[in-house]
């Protein structure tokens, strides 16, 4: 199940050991080969790395046959980030089918809580979380289950720990890399958000506008040029950004 208590670093060595070894990894393998290196002495056990490869078959990256290996799914996304991201976005539109069923939640709560109502700020996520009819249905979220929710989504830039809640706000790293990884490289923002982006994070609020934790990092990558998004006169592409009706954007690149 993907609400595991878990941090994040670890899933990225414990996934990048079995990606780079050439045979199934056994538990005893893993333990010996990633524990030494785990820098966090408060959580260092094997339990953090049973933790982790449960998250890691959960989001279904791994499987375990005879030992750990990648799960072949004929997709390649890149950085441990992009490729964490892309699946568990499958598991919230259930473009794949979930071991448990609360692990489509774990993406959906980021759509429901933050991106949907166009909130950059939930004060208590576990309240409002358990709120929501699909996560009730299921038996509700434990207080450990969000603080690790709220650990991971930091950890892949989606937001921050701030105070006792959650500050959702995409890295501009993260959507730099995003934008990267569109072949297209130039286009119109509609196009990027429904052809592209979609298959990674939610961007779409109820109203149907882009939400603020897309557009503030988006404006910031523009900002420093790595990004150049302009009107797009008699397009009928939609338009975004407000009275700027910005509608095309080209991948210039540099470092966010």
């Avoid at 997709?75 to 490729?83: A, C, H, N, Q, Y």
């Avoid at 909130?119 to 576990?126: C, Q």
Wanted: aromatic share 12%; with cysteine; proline share 4%.
């Amino acid at each position: 199940m993907l609400f595991r208590p878990v941090y994040g670093p670890e899933l990225e060595l414990i996934y990048t050991f079995i990606k780079q070894n050439p045979a199934p990894a056994s538990r005893q393998v893993i333990y010996e080969a990633c524990l030494p290196q785990y820098g966090d002495r408060r959580i260092l056990s094997s339990q953090s790395i049973d933790d982790a490869l449960s998250f890691l078959m959960a989001t279904l990256l791994i499987e375990d046959r005879d030992g750990f290996r990648i799960r072949q799914t004929g997709v390649t996304e890149g950085s441990f980030r992009l490729t964490i991201i892309a699946h568990m976005q499958k598991l919230a539109q259930r473009e794949v089918s979930p071991n448990h069923e609360l692990d489509v939640q774990y993406f959906l709560l980021l759509q429901e809580l933050f991106i949907k109502p166009d909130r950059l700020y939930v004060g208590d996520v576990h309240a409002e979380a358990n709120k929501l009819r699909s996560v009730t249905e299921l038996g509700g979220v434990s207080q450990e289950k969000i603080r690790s929710w709220k650990r991971v989504m930091a950890f892949l830039g989606i937001g921050r720990r701030v105070a006792n809640g959650f500050q959702c706000v995409f890295a501009p790293t993260l959507l730099q890399e995003i934008i990267a990884a569109w072949q297209s490289r130039e286009g119109f923002l509609q196009d990027l958000l429904e052809g592209h982006f979609i298959h990674y994070l939610p961007f779409q609020t109820q109203a149907g506008d882009l939400a603020q934790a897309v557009g503030q990092p988006l404006w910031y990558l523009q900002q420093q040029q790595i990004v150049q998004m302009r009107a797009y006169q008699d397009a009928s592409s939609k338009p975004y950004f407000g009275e700027r009706r910005w509608r095309y954007l080209v991948y210039k690149g540099g470092v966010a």
